[in-house]
């Protein structure tokens, strides 16, 4: 009986759980996973430490340093975008905690909260009086009214939502974003921005002319690999800029990742490298 139950949830279960549901079905560059930690989970920040050792703090170094590899002629990029099929895919925490990584190596990072509908980014931050959607309807309104300190590092500053507005779409296709980013690609190393779930709504392919690089986050246990072609097709027809994804989620004790938690070199793409996984450390008992 009980072999019975496994193989009907096994047969059953049509979610990406692993790397492995998404090799050979989605040719775009693989930058990391990131694993599940129920003690980062429960701080009420939800923030990574400097110099932690967990496995969540150690999955951000390493996609830190694999986006080194999607540079474009030689240049690292500089302006990122977080997106997703769903929404609960992470998109909030890495951004976060990825700008974060940033600040901590002293690079001055700017988060912007380009979800203008819901603002979830700016629930985590003190809450500002103006914001994204006051500066792009308002040509009164100058940049720097709209950029506040983060308050979780000197290197880090936030770009809030502000309100939502009724025309968003419209916003967000004003030449006024174009020129923002132009200023603010001078002032700072990077911008990390959390935008809304693609295919949703249509904000997410008209905001992305900005972006150097898009990661495509991927929620372990969440996204039907049903769906998976459709990422694929995104890919191939270059609906996002530079493409790439991230597995969000994994449970490494139950989907095979062995002993210890670990990426090897593991960049790049599918087949190409061929690094993968590897033994890095030992995991917290």
């Known amino acids: 009986v009980p072999g019975v139950i496994f193989l009907f949830r096994l047969f059953t279960d049509t979610f990406v759980h692993s790397r492995r549901d998404l090799k050979g079905v989605v040719n775009a560059p693989f930058l990391g996973e990131i694993p599940m930690d129920k003690e980062i989970a429960k701080n009420k920040s939800g923030?990574?430490?400097k110099e932690g050792n967990d496995m969540v703090s150690e999955a951000l170094r390493i996609l830190r340093t694999?986006?080194?590899f999607m540079g474009k002629k030689g240049q690292v990029p500089q302006v990122v975008t977080f997106t997703s099929?769903?929404?609960g895919a992470g998109k909030t925490f890495i951004s976060?905690?990825?700008a974060m990584s940033f600040a901590y190596v002293k690079k001055r990072v700017l988060l912007i909260d380009m979800d203008i509908r819901k603002g979830t980014l700016s629930r985590?931050?003190?809450k500002h009086e103006l914001?994204?959607?006051?500066?792009l309807s308002d040509s009164s309104i100058a940049l720097d009214d709209v950029i506040y300190p983060s308050g979780d590092h000197e290197n880090l500053d936030i770009l809030p939502a502000g309100p939502v507005a009724p025309n968003p779409a419209e916003l967000l296709m004003d030449e006024r974003l174009d020129e923002m980013i132009k200023v603010l690609r001078d002032r700072y190393d990077y911008i990390v921005i959390d935008n809304v779930p693609v295919g949703i709504i249509a904000d997410a392919t008209i905001a992305n002319r900005i972006a150097d690089i898009t990661l495509f986050v991927v929620r372990a246990g969440k996204l039907d690999r049903r769906q998976l072609p459709d990422l694929e097709t995104l890919y191939q027809e270059k609906k996002l800029n530079n493409l790439a994804l991230i597995l969000n989620g994994i449970d490494v004790k139950r989907w095979?990742?062995?002993?210890?938690y670990g990426y090897g070199y593991g960049y790049g793409h599918y087949g190409?490298?061929?690094y993968g996984q590897g033994y890095y450390g030992k995991a917290k008992k």
Do not use: D, E
């Open 47 to 49: 923030l990574v430490n």
């Open 66 to 68: 694999n986006m080194t």
């Open 85 to 87: 099929f769903n929404v």
């Open 96 to 98: 976060r905690n990825l």
């Open 124 to 126: 985590n931050f003190a």
């Open 131 to 135: 914001g994204l959607t006051h500066y």
């Open 256 to 260: 095979g990742y062995g002993y210890g």
């Open 272 to 274: 190409r490298y061929g």
